[in-house]
């Protein structure tokens, strides 16, 4: 009796985590506009050093990245896209940081 309760109960919990799970790893890859903050302000905008994303490789503006969004790297300002990157590179030592960053770097323009 116990056994089939466990069965009855395992397949809806398996696939709620799967349903969070996937929930969780994609809400990085959605861009919100820039700008735009919980409270309907406008956040402030910095303009950044790379065009993608130095963790995930999301493309990014790189004129307007939200302060929010934003970590100092050898005086440089560093965006990213979304509020899980800069907790993660946060994490990672200078090195780490600048293996990461040198793919990423916005390229000048050319005149």
Do not use: H
């Not at 089939?4 to 809400?27: E, K, N, Q």
């Amino acid at each position: 009796m116990l056994s089939s309760a466990i069965r009855r109960l395992t397949m809806p919990a398996a696939f709620l985590l799967a349903c969070v799970l996937v929930v969780g790893l994609t809400a990085c890859n959605k861009e919100k506009p820039a700008g735009s903050s919980a409270g309907g302000e406008a956040a402030k905008t910095v303009a950044c050093v790379n065009g993608a994303c130095p963790m995930m490789g999301n493309k990014i503006d790189p004129a307007k990245v939200p302060v929010s969004l934003t970590r100092e790297f050898y005086g440089q300002k560093v965006g990213f896209c979304c509020g899980d990157c800069p907790p993660a590179w946060d994490k990672l030592t200078d090195n780490q940081k600048a293996a990461k960053l040198a793919p990423v770097m916005a390229k000048p323009a050319e005149k």
